[in-house]
């Protein structure tokens, strides 16, 4: 895998931690939405990382995954280590 996208971002949000808070499209333009807003906190965003790891191997720190306010920066962290594990 070179890149991993928005909508698998996504996808595995709403796979692992469920749909997203009422009236928010997780299809739109949420590049640099806060998760917070999207209603996801950070216990979601370590189940992402988590199964992240054990599919692709890209292993992220939780402290760095939980600075991650948004999808654009959780993407960018998640792509470097992709690029990392090559």
Avoid: W
């Avoid at 996208?5 to 949420?30: I, N």
């Avoid at 979601?44 to 992220?60: H, N, P, S």
């Amino acid at each position: 895998m070179s890149t991993f996208t928005l909508h698998q971002l996504t996808d595995k949000l709403r796979e692992c931690a469920g749909e997203a808070e009422e009236g928010v499209d997780l299809d739109g333009d949420v590049l640099d939405t806060p998760f917070i807003e999207l209603g996801y906190d950070s216990l979601a965003l370590l189940q992402v990382t988590g199964v992240l790891k054990r599919e692709l191997g890209v292993d992220l720190a939780d402290d760095a995954v939980l600075e991650a306010e948004t999808p654009r920066i959780l993407l960018e962290m998640i792509n470097k280590g992709l690029a990392v594990g090559v």
